[in-house]
């Protein structure tokens, strides 16, 4: 079973690294700092011992080597012995106990010791220099006293570890601190969700924002934007249930009583006749109920992926394929215009069904013997697709309305669903087009104009 996520979990393992880093870092700055201070301490103290010994020299210039005391003094047994040396610039050595090396600028006489890392036998050690006059032998005295460097790293590397725990202490404090103020934070969202407990089901409204923290106002804003696509569909679902009831209320009626016309004379010619009208009105109804799909899916909220659509191609085939209708109801199709290259980005089934209906619409008025023009062109930016038809047409005042689902103008001659132009309307608009009308040629019949941007 898979683990909830949790967001004070999530939290504390976000801050674990960084701080576990911190952790790290703050031991390698104590270590530093820690070594910084322990070497300025033993310098000083460096420096100190040289000085006494400068002291303790003074008292024997002139001869030859220290007195007992001062070396009792400087060779007593410790874990880091402190080496020194006194040289004579003009007499060679005169007193040491390791040979070290003379200072790399050698020190003004009188001035303060010079300090300076050097490497004796492989060994690395702290050195301090300072020189002196010998006035008696007219000569120059350097005093170098050195020690070893492990005196100073253990005293760091104590300080290192008497200081990690306690880091480690705050930075478990910090934590616990945090999943505290998390745990109360989260609380902050108790009339969020006591809000949505509390909600009908067919409430769809939008959240009461003024309760809610602004660190979670986008997560609010995104739940009302769902609730909205919600209440959209609901409306779509119960608009198309109130289309599907008018718009079949008709036809089932009507079959009904064609059925009850055969079952009360069943004679063969009174039969034939019902089941011709049942075959119309089954007709009908199934065209209306394709209709009240296709209208469905253009006024769903979800926007198909769209792809290059050529329309002149898509027409010129559209209309090969609708010829033989035409002429079973004696009425001339025919197409005019490109060939190809009328390109727009769309989706081609909906694009074909815009097609399809105007198509239809344009057949039902044109009358017997009429005519039906369906025309592809480009203008500038523009893909204009128009469908003209030979039949009475449709008043300007109608126009407008014409795309209003189930209106049929007063004079329509025709029974239909009255939905075949608000399907291209609702098509149009999903591809940021446009659904016009105008009078047919020489003034006579309708003009239907969809535009689209071209490609």
Known sequence: MARVPSLRRRLLTILAVPLALAWIGSGALIYVLALHYANLNFDRSLVETARALERMAHSDAGSEALSPQVRILMESETDDPTWYSVRSLQHGVLAANRDLPLPATPPATGAAPRLESVTVDG????MASLALHDAAADATIIISVAEGLRARRALAREILVGALPVVLLLIAIVLALVWVGVSRGLRLLDPLVEQLEQRRARDLAPLDQDKVPSEIRPLTQTIDALLQRLRTLLELQERFIADAA?????PLAGLRLQAERALADPRPE?????????????????RAAGQLLTLARTQAGEHPAFTRVDLAHLARDYVAERVPDALSQHIDLGYEG????AVVQGDAVMLRE???????????????????????AQELRTVVVAVEDSGPGVAE???PRLGERFFRPPEAARVGSGLGLAIVLRIAERHGGTLGFAHGHNGRGLRAIVRLPAS
């Open 270 to 286: 009174s039969v034939r006749a019902a089941l011709a009208h049942v075959e119309r009105l089954s007709a009908g109804a199934g």
């Open 354 to 376: 815009a097609l399809v209906n105007l198509v239809d619409n344009a057949l039902n008025h044109a009358g017997e013997h009429g005519s039906v023009t369906v025309s592809v």
């Open 123 to 126: 060994q690395s050690l702290r």
């Open 246 to 250: 008018h718009q079949l209320r008709t």
């Open 397 to 399: 005042q109608w126009w």
């Open 338 to 341: 490109r060939h190809t290259g």
